[in-house]
């Protein structure tokens, strides 16, 4: 008996290694807030993030014709212990190699310093943009194809003091994303030399927002930027502002840009401008096009796609699926020198990179990764004409 | 002029929303003070009957809009609001019929009552979002503003301008016509003679031939009527949304208790109380500051005594000193 126990374990421990030295049974962990908050982003972004690893899969190209599997974990966006506790599942029983994820700033910093880190796995985030992620001691192994708040707070700078304005209010929505957006287009516009008035904060889901929009309207300036949400406090410090005469025009960043504000506000938000994620590329459109059962043109789908790509590739050109191997080959297959990388050529990219050769991985989001391994951004500049949202440039 | 600027800037973000905010709590609170000095027990299901007859008046609201049914320049709510009070009404009811019944007749005492009503908080709170939903209704038509802030400025030359919405006049206007009529009620009718009768003391009500059956279906009828006037002038200034009536019980709460838990008039008074409280506390009078004073006193700094984000800390910490010194609210309510 202990004979036959023994030559089972000799045999599976055989049978393991001889797997893992040429094609082997990948598994990725798709970690995104599945309920929650932004389960409605999720539906388009998790399935973007299966798009590529399907893509890679069939090819067969990924070292030596491994296959790939999407393991699906859920974030849930604002329970970091729920989602400290299904990245923990992810790595120890379901040993997958790499993370696509998590969506939210709260719950991917819980997930990264708590899991993640101590387990030495790679996490890619395509929606995580709290500016506090930027520095957090992540031992190399966290990066994110979408940008930090604090790019965009110096767009929204630009954007402004490129309309001749120099003095702003500020209101943000209290939680990490607001404060963080907030903070950084204050730091990002006094350096630019303009003067924030005030920067408040105001509580999502209130119905009187008197209070804030007289003391926003006492502080004064010529334009007030509104960092919060279009269908919550955004939209009541917005009407309130409109029907006391304290502001006539609104800055709105991402979190502000929708059809439904105009549609709710009517003609009185004319005039107003902002910026949100996005890009003309080409690789957007080849996704949508590519795109089957899902929306790729939702926010955060292109950067879930080429958050997924980018890990395959990275494992591709470092030869192996150990995390702490091919974390240093993400930047590389990310940037230029080498081959553009379009949504759809991941096989010829796998093939370039088997040969030795360089690639620039475009993908879907324009992918520039910059700093500590974060999307270098791209947004796309809207003004409010006639009561609907209408592009006025890239920047 | 520069005194006339300064009223002007007072009284568009100060003055006017607090009175119609102040308004509308004073109306709740009403609704909570005359059930706890009635009936005798905290009802915590009211910010949630607010919900549920503001929803019955949008849905009416909704069909005769489908239907063409105007008022012109008001909204046409005010002519759903009867149907909204008598949906609610019969809702409160059968509340009472099925719950709080149960507990009169073993004369529970009034935490078991509280308890119930949370519990039928949470039930009429899953019936309104399974009817309507969770999200933003928006039921308001006719003209919004009676003066545009842009029009007074015109008008007067100033250079600040004040703004009061249709909304927030007949806001005002129905807040004095209800509360003449329930005081009118209240002391003149032999209902309302009654009511108070068997507020002050149960027993001796009875033995005096009180029917205690109809002065509970009428205080039922007049709280669910309060609730949806209130619940429906807040839905129509501001917005509609479950979760933030759901909220609206603080303040309500606050300013019934601020007045004295039991008495309608420090209702009203307490209603006022909060709202003036909460946004005076939190407004910058910088501008206010600079019309006021010699051009070269102006001040730098917001003049801002506490940040908004405390605008919620206020009321409560009026509420705190009220029961410190006048446990009993400040016009002497029953108290518990």
Same mark, same amino acid.
């Given at each position: 008996?202990?004979?036959?126990?023994?030559?089972?374990?000799?045999?599976?421990?055989?049978?393991?290694?001889?797997? &893992?030295?040429?094609?082997?049974?990948?598994?990725?962990?798709?970690?995104?807030?599945?309920?929650?908050?932004? @389960?409605?982003?999720?539906?388009?972004?998790?399935?973007?993030?299966?798009?590529?690893?399907?893509?890679?899969?069939?090819?067969?190209?990924?070292?030596?014709?491994?296959?790939?599997?999407?393991?699906?974990?859920?974030?849930?966006?604002?329970?970091?212990?729920?989602?400290?506790?299904?990245?923990?599942?992810?790595?120890?029983?379901?040993?997958?190699?790499?993370?696509?994820?998590?969506?939210?700033?709260?719950?991917?910093?819980?997930?990264? /310093?708590?899991?993640?880190?101590?387990?030495?796995?790679?996490?890619?985030?395509?929606?995580?943009?709290?500016? *506090?992620?930027?520095?957090?001691?992540?031992?190399?192994?966290? =990066?994110?194809?979408?940008?930090?708040?604090?790019?965009?707070?110096?767009?929204?700078?630009?954007?402004?003091?490129?309309?001749?304005?120099?003095?702003?209010?500020?209101?943000?929505?209290?939680?990490?994303?607001?404060?963080?957006? *907030?903070?950084?287009?204050?730091?990002? =516009?006094?350096?630019?030399?303009?003067?924030?008035?005030?920067?408040?904060?105001?509580?999502?889901?209130?119905?009187?927002?008197?209070?804030?929009?007289?003391?926003?309207?006492?502080?004064?300036?010529?334009?007030?930027?509104?960092?919060?949400?279009?269908?919550?406090?955004?939209?009541?410090?917005?009407?309130?502002?409109?029907?006391?005469?304290?502001?006539?025009?609104?800055?709105?960043?991402?979190?502000?840009?929708?059809? &439904?504000?105009?549609?709710?506000?009517?003609?009185?938000?004319?005039?107003?401008?902002?910026?949100?994620?996005?890009?003309?590329?080409?690789?957007?459109?080849?996704?949508?096009?590519?795109?089957?059962?899902?929306?790729?043109? +939702?926010?955060? #789908?292109?950067?879930?796609?080429?958050?997924?790509?980018?890990?395959?590739?990275?494992?591709?050109?470092?030869?192996?699926?150990?995390?702490?191997?091919?974390?240093?080959?993400? !930047?590389?297959? #990310?940037?230029?020198?080498? @081959?553009?990388?379009?949504?759809?050529?991941?096989?010829?990219?796998?093939?370039?990179?088997?040969?030795?050769?360089?690639?620039?991985?475009?993908?879907?989001?324009?992918?520039?990764?910059?700093?500590?391994?974060?999307?270098?951004?791209?947004?796309?500049?809207?003004?409010?004409?006639?009561? *609907?949202?209408?592009?006025?440039?890239?920047? | 002029?520069?005194?006339?600027?300064?009223?002007?800037?007072?009284?568009?973000?100060?003055?006017?929303?607090? $009175?119609?905010?102040?308004?509308?709590?004073?109306?709740?609170?009403?609704?909570?003070?005359?059930?706890?000095?009635?009936?005798?027990?905290?009802?915590?299901?009211?910010?949630?009957?607010?919900?549920?007859?503001?929803?019955?008046?949008?849905?009416?609201?909704?069909?005769?809009?489908?239907?063409?049914?105007?008022?012109?320049?008001?909204? /046409?709510?005010?002519?759903?609001?009867?149907?909204? $009070? #008598?949906?609610?009404?019969?809702?409160?009811?059968?509340?009472?019929?099925?719950?709080?019944?149960?507990?009169?007749?073993?004369?529970?005492?009034?935490?078991?009552?509280?308890?119930?009503?949370?519990?039928?908080?949470?039930?009429?709170?899953?019936?309104?979002?399974?009817?309507?939903?969770?999200?933003?209704?928006?039921?308001?038509?006719?003209?919004? =503003?009676?003066?545009?802030?842009?029009?007074?400025?015109?008008?007067?030359?100033?250079?600040?301008?004040?703004?009061?919405?249709? +909304?927030?006049?007949?806001?005002?206007?129905? !807040?004095?016509?209800?509360?003449?009529?329930?005081?009118?009620?209240?002391?003149?009718?032999?209902?309302?003679?009654?009511?108070?009768?068997?507020?002050?003391?149960?027993?001796?009500?009875?033995? +005096?031939?009180?029917?205690?059956?109809?002065?509970?279906?009428?205080?039922?009828?007049?709280?669910?009527?309060?609730?949806?006037?209130?619940? /429906?002038?807040?839905?129509?200034?501001?917005?509609?949304?479950?979760? /933030?009536?759901?909220?609206?019980?603080?303040?309500?709460?606050? &300013?019934?208790?601020?007045?004295?838990?039991?008495?309608?008039?420090?209702?009203?008074?307490?209603?006022?109380?909060?709202?003036?409280?909460?946004?005076?506390?939190?407004?910058?009078?910088?501008?206010?500051?600079?019309? !006021?004073?010699?051009?070269?006193?102006?001040?730098?700094?917001? !003049?801002?005594?506490?940040?908004?984000?405390?605008?919620?800390?206020?009321?409560?910490?009026?509420?705190?000193?009220?029961?410190?010194?006048?446990?009993?609210?400040?016009?002497?309510?029953?108290?518990?």
């Amino acid at each position: 008996m202990k004979k036959l126990l023994l030559s089972t374990a000799v045999a599976v421990g055989l049978g393991t290694t001889a797997v &893992s030295a040429s094609a082997e049974e990948i598994k990725l962990g798709v970690f995104l807030g599945l309920t929650g908050p932004i @389960e409605s982003l999720v539906a388009n972004m998790a399935p973007a993030a299966e798009a590529a690893i399907a893509e890679v899969s069939a090819s067969g190209l990924l070292l030596d014709g491994s296959t790939v599997t999407a393991v699906r974990a859920d974030t849930t966006c604002i329970d970091a212990a729920a989602a400290t506790a299904a990245i923990e599942r992810l790595i120890t029983s379901d040993k997958v190699a790499g993370v696509v994820g998590g969506d939210c700033s709260g719950v991917t910093t819980a997930a990264l /310093t708590n899991v993640a880190l101590p387990n030495g796995m790679v996490m890619i985030s395509p929606s995580a943009t709290s500016p *506090a992620l930027s520095t957090v001691e992540d031992n190399g192994l966290f =990066f994110r194809t979408a940008p930090s708040d604090a790019r965009q707070g110096v767009v929204m700078t630009d954007i402004i003091m490129d309309r001749d304005i120099k003095e702003v209010a500020v209101t943000y929505t209290n939680n990490d994303y607001g404060k963080g957006l *907030a903070d950084a287009f204050q730091t990002a =516009f006094e350096a630019a030399g303009g003067t924030v008035t005030i920067s408040a904060s105001h509580e999502d889901g209130k119905a009187d927002y008197a209070a804030e929009v007289g003391a926003l309207a006492a502080a004064g300036g010529e334009v007030l930027v509104v960092a919060g949400y279009l269908d919550q406090g955004g939209k009541g410090i917005i009407q309130g502002s409109l029907d006391t005469g304290a502001f006539d025009t609104f800055v709105l960043p991402d979190g502000m840009v929708g059809d &439904s504000l105009p549609e709710a506000i009517g003609s009185d938000l004319d005039g107003s401008f902002g910026q949100v994620p996005g890009t003309d590329s080409p690789g957007a459109g080849k996704l949508v096009e590519m795109a089957e059962g899902y929306d790729a043109s +939702s926010p955060f #789908a292109a950067e879930s796609y080429d958050a997924a790509a980018l890990i395959m590739l990275a494992m591709q050109a470092a030869g192996s699926t150990d995390p702490e191997m091919y974390k240093g080959k993400v !930047m590389d297959v #990310a940037n230029a020198p080498g @081959e553009q990388i379009l949504p759809g050529e991941l096989a010829k990219g796998l093939e370039i990179l088997a040969a030795g050769g360089d690639i620039d991985y475009v993908g879907a989001s324009n992918v520039e990764l910059i700093g500590a391994g974060e999307s270098a951004g791209n947004y796309r500049e809207i003004e409010i004409k006639d009561a *609907a949202l209408s592009t006025v440039g890239y920047r | 002029m520069e005194i006339l600027n300064a009223l002007a800037l007072l009284s568009n973000y100060v003055f006017v929303p607090a $009175i119609a905010y102040g308004s509308q709590l004073a109306l709740g609170a009403l609704g909570v003070t005359l059930v706890f000095g009635i009936l005798r027990f905290s009802n915590f299901a009211h910010g949630d009957t607010m919900a549920f007859g503001t929803m019955v008046t949008i849905l009416f609201t909704w069909w005769f809009q489908s239907m063409g049914i105007n008022l012109g320049p008001l909204p /046409t709510a005010l002519l759903a609001l009867p149907f909204g $009070i #008598a949906f609610c009404a019969l809702f409160v009811l059968a509340s009472d019929r099925l719950v709080y019944r149960f507990y009169r007749a073993k004369r529970a005492d009034p935490v078991i009552y509280l308890i119930a009503s949370v519990g039928v908080m949470f039930v009429t709170n899953g019936i309104v979002r399974f009817i309507i939903g969770p999200d933003d209704q928006n039921f308001a038509d006719g003209e919004r =503003f009676i003066i545009k802030a842009r029009e007074f400025k015109k008008m007067t030359g100033l250079s600040e301008g004040i703004s009061i919405k249709v +909304s927030q006049g007949i806001t005002v206007v129905t !807040m004095i016509i209800v509360v003449t009529a329930l005081f009118w009620f209240l002391n003149k009718t032999r209902s309302g003679k009654s009511m108070r009768a068997y507020s002050d003391n149960e027993d001796l009500a009875l033995l +005096s031939g009180i029917n205690p059956d109809r002065v509970v279906a009428i205080t039922w009828i007049i709280a669910a009527a309060l609730a949806t006037i209130a619940g /429906t002038l807040y839905g129509l200034d501001k917005s509609y949304k479950p979760f /933030t009536y759901f909220q609206l019980l603080l303040p309500i709460f606050a &300013s019934a208790i601020v007045g004295g838990l039991g008495n309608p008039l420090g209702a009203i008074a307490g209603g006022f109380v909060i709202a003036f409280s909460e946004i005076m506390v939190t407004y910058a009078y910088k501008k206010f500051a600079a019309y !006021m004073v010699p051009g070269d006193w102006k001040p730098d700094g917001l !003049m801002q005594l506490l940040s908004t984000d405390y605008k919620f800390a206020v009321s409560f910490i009026i509420l705190l000193l009220v029961l410190l010194v006048r446990p009993n609210g400040i016009f002497r309510g029953t108290g518990t």
